[in-house]
């Protein structure tokens, strides 16, 4: 795998997190320990995106 095909699965996996994060937060029944682990794990791959592009 090339590391720009890595670097879309990474964004791709962000974008999904995300979409998740929201959909989980607008829930009125919310586990807020779900979001947080979701946030982080957002946290990772965004600073793993970093690393790969600079």
């Known amino acids: 795998m090339s590391v720009s095909s890595h ?3 990474l ?3 962000h974008q999904a997190l995300s979409a998740e994060v ?3 937060q607008r829930r009125p029944s ?3 320990s ?3 682990q979701k946030k982080r794990q ?3 791959l965004k ?3 970093e690393r790969l592009t600079h």
Do not use: F, G, N, P
Request: some cysteine; overall charge neutral.
């Open 7 to 9: 670097v879309q699965e």
């Open 11 to 13: 964004r791709r996996k």
């Open 22 to 24: 929201e959909a989980a």
């Open 34 to 36: 779900e979001v947080k």
């Open 47 to 49: 600073e793993q995106i």
């Open 42 to 44: 957002k946290l990772r």
């Open 30 to 32: 919310c586990d807020e």
